[in-house]
């Protein structure tokens, strides 16, 4: 799967923005923990990196059809990781 990235106007992947690297937002598209629907064809993505991080990515399906391209990415909130960990402890994962 072909994964772009949204680029500011100096040409730097957004996501430098957040201090994401394009390696662990990729860790964080393969390894999803939660994936659901965003606004205007757009999806919301949780998941996380080798090292543990747990990433919040915002993704759309490329316009050609060819892959992915993420918007942005960024570290979730401490208060939504507690909620996620209790969601996933109801759901039993």
């Known amino acids: 799967m072909r994964i772009r990235f949204h ?5 730097t992947p957004h ?16 390894r999803p923990i939660e994936r659901i629907a965003g606004r205007d064809e757009s999806f919301i993505l949780i998941g996380r990196t080798r ?10 399906l490329a316009r050609d059809g060819d892959g992915i ?3 942005t990415a960024f570290d979730l909130p401490d208060k939504q990781v507690r909620a996620l ?7 039993g994962k």
């Open 7 to 11: 680029t500011d106007i100096d040409g």
């Open 15 to 30: 996501i430098y923005q957040h201090n994401v690297s394009e390696e662990e937002a990729i860790e964080a598209i393969t």
């Open 51 to 60: 090292s543990g991080r747990v990433l919040k990515v915002i993704y759309a």
């Open 69 to 71: 391209f993420v918007i």
């Open 85 to 91: 960990n209790r969601r996933n402890k109801r759901r």
